[in-house]
């Protein structure tokens, strides 16, 4: 099977969590040189800048809000490859995390598309960052889980909670929507109520906020973020996080149970 | 507690998986205003040149070779920031995971010295970028747990097999040098030898290569490895990567036990 010569490359690339200055070289050069570029609703516009003299095409998806069917942004990709040089797919952190990636990259491979991936700083990171804390502190963790509770149409459920219970650090993607259900799941799976817990909200963009207490508070915390991406992490090497609650040049707030 | 006007602040840095341009913009930045930059062996020369005007001191750490105590490198860091305003300790892949960056953090702010932490591409990223396929496929994954068998001298074991056997995907960061040991312990935790795997070597360099197979497999698929740092990838989804075993443009091998 041959590749036209005009057919341009699809980037999927990794935006990193907000701030324009934690996405990579390779994916400052890309958005620089891109024709277009289709972006996650959740991509800053500080970010969007960079791509100089592309156009600019929001294509969902945001938590809650209706996103444009996968079907239907797959059909643009293919369309923009066959008209431009280079096409970016730009998807909030690291494209290869909770990201769909792999529908959009099957399905332009099978239509004989180029299909390149840059990685992207994940939120979890940026925000172990943030509160100077590792997430696999010697002594205390030797492994972290990235999870997310969220299931697509018709998919199976699946057993999210038992990998955050037998990891030491655990980061919850798109968890927190509905913070009852999460609690209810990980007591179920053995994760202590009085699980350190930290939730970050908008992480490295100047509205992030650092919500720390435990898991039995996690309703609470969750009502105080004010609608940004918001991570959950849980595990031992949060304590130190409570004793931070009031430090700090973020927001923070701190919540405890009786 | 006041801090000496003079002091500078102690920036790690995450140097990312190797490839230059997948250091971020700030690291790159922090980089090109170092005074003096403190970097781990396995950080390439090319990433060391973007510190263009530092003084370069290698402090450790290789895996299996001596490295430098972490208490000198304390103190290290601890007297540059007292002498230079940008001091940056450029850590491989993330700072916070696997990095030791507790240690360092904590003792440099008991010494009242200003702490920063960039994050950075970890390897387990970019391996999934360059095999293009998501560590969390949906329909097939939700949690990826990142882990590691190394335990510090004097450390509780860990149940880093468990947290692997919990998780649908799992990649297992300085594992390579003892393949029967990993086998054995993960076998016991209830992974099955048929798992998929990948060994993903020098990710994003030029000598980078993927050996594709299953878990029993492993010890003959790390004896391939040409001794550049190397992560093991498992999991269902990357089944996929067994088909791409011929392909691509870096160095595959795939291995099928009977």
Redesign the interface.
């Given at each position: 099977v041959t590749r036209n010569a005009k057919t341009g490359t699809v980037y999927l690339v990794?935006a990193?969590p907000g701030?324009?200055?934690?996405?990579?070289?390779?994916a400052?050069?890309l958005l620089g040189e891109a024709d277009i570029v289709f972006h996650d609703a959740l991509v800053p516009a500080e970010v969007l800048l960079l791509a100089a003299k592309a156009q600019k095409v929001a294509v969902g998806k945001r938590c809650g809000k209706h996103s444009t069917a996968q079907r239907f942004i797959n059909k643009r990709l293919l369309d923009a490859a066959r008209e431009h040089r280079v096409v970016v797919r730009l998807k909030g952190g690291?494209?290869?995390?909770?990201?769909?990636?792999?529908?959009e990259?099957s399905f332009l491979e099978d239509q004989n598309i180029k299909?390149e991936?840059?990685?992207?700083?994940?939120s979890a990171?940026?925000a172990?960052?943030?509160l100077?804390?590792?997430?696999?502190?010697?002594?205390t963790a030797?492994?972290?889980?990235?999870?997310?509770?969220?299931?697509?149409e018709g998919?199976?459920p699946?057993?999210?909670a038992?990998?955050?219970?037998?990891?030491?650090t655990a980061v919850l993607y798109m968890a927190a929507t509905d913070a009852q259900a999460v609690v209810r799941a990980l007591s179920e799976a053995g994760v202590k109520s009085a699980a350190p817990i930290v939730v970050a909200e908008s992480v490295s963009l100047a509205g992030r906020a650092l919500h720390t207490g435990t898991l039995a508070d996690l309703p609470r915390l969750v009502a105080r973020c004010s609608g940004g991406p918001a991570l959950i992490l849980i595990g031992e090497v949060f304590e130190a996080a409570q004793v931070l609650a009031e430090l700090g040049p973020v927001r923070r707030t701190a919540s405890h149970s009786a």
């Open positions: 990794g990193g701030a324009p200055d934690l996405l990579t070289v390779r400052v050069r690291d494209p290869m995390l909770f990201g769909r990636a792999h529908e990259i299909v991936v840059v990685p992207g700083i994940t990171l940026a172990s960052a943030e100077k804390i590792s997430l696999t502190r010697r002594g030797r492994s972290v889980a990235f999870v997310t509770p969220r299931l697509g998919e199976a699946s057993n999210w038992r990998a955050v219970a037998a990891a030491d």
